[in-house]
T-cell receptor, first 110, second 113 residues
């Protein structure tokens, strides 16, 4: 059964700083990887998907995937207070049955 | 961006009764999902649904749970009968194709007394 571990559990960064979130997964057959952000009282919103090894950059967000080391990360450059939220990584294989991590709580203080 | 709607936003129900949670997915999406989340914790997959059929379900998708999408209307999750441990926030999601980004609704907060 797929296990997804996220670290750190919580993270505090100053406004304008870099936030780095990590995720390790257990199933080498994982094919699809996503990062979601969830603000309190709302549903998760997809930030990025990444399916191939390497980096993927979208604006201030960069995802990095290394399937060999079973690791995916998200880096947020120039963090803003509005980035404060719960961040989940999720992964699935070809059965489209995503497993989510427990989340990283990010606080960006002005 | 694309929006998924969920009705109702909150539901309080007595244990043993039936509840139906409704989801209005993104209009051209083909895959539909239900998740359960307790108190801002981990999102847990319940079931996915494609072409009128359940494709995959998790151990959390008990026999008391059922899903359907009659004639392209709401995608529903029915729990009958409900149990105390069913209290949670239930999120619906949809995606254009399997493996594509999922769009989540705002959730239905279910409290079973």
């Amino acid at each position: 059964q797929q296990k997804v571990q996220q670290s750190p559990e919580s993270l505090i960064v100053p406004e304008g700083g870099m936030a780095s979130l990590n995720c390790t997964f257990s199933d080498r057959n994982s094919q699809y990887f996503w990062w979601y952000r969830q603000h309190s009282g709302e549903g998760p919103k997809a930030l990025m998907s990444i399916f191939s090894n390497g980096d993927k950059k979208e604006g201030r967000f960069t995802a990095h995937l290394n399937k060999a080391s079973l690791h995916v990360s998200l880096h947020i450059k120039d963090s803003q207070p509005s980035d404060s939220a719960l961040y989940f990584c999720a992964t699935s294989g070809g059965n489209y049955k995503p497993t989510f991590g427990k989340g990283t709580s990010l606080v960006v203080h002005p | 961006g694309p929006k998924v709607l969920q009705i109702p936003s909150h539901q309080i129900i007595d244990m043993g009764q039936m509840v139906t949670l409704n989801c209005d997915p993104v209009s051209n999406h083909l895959y539909f999902y239900w998740y359960k989340q307790i108190l801002g914790q981990q999102m847990e997959f319940l079931v996915n649904f494609y072409n009128g059929k359940v494709m995959e379900k998790s151990k959390l998708f008990k026999d008391q749970f059922s899903v359907e999408r009659p004639d392209g209307s709401y995608f529903t999750l029915k729990i009958q009968p409900t149990a105390l441990e069913d209290s949670a926030v239930y999120f619906c999601a949809s995606s254009l194709v399997g493996g594509d980004t999922q769009y989540f609704g705002p959730g239905t907060r279910l409290l079973v007394l």
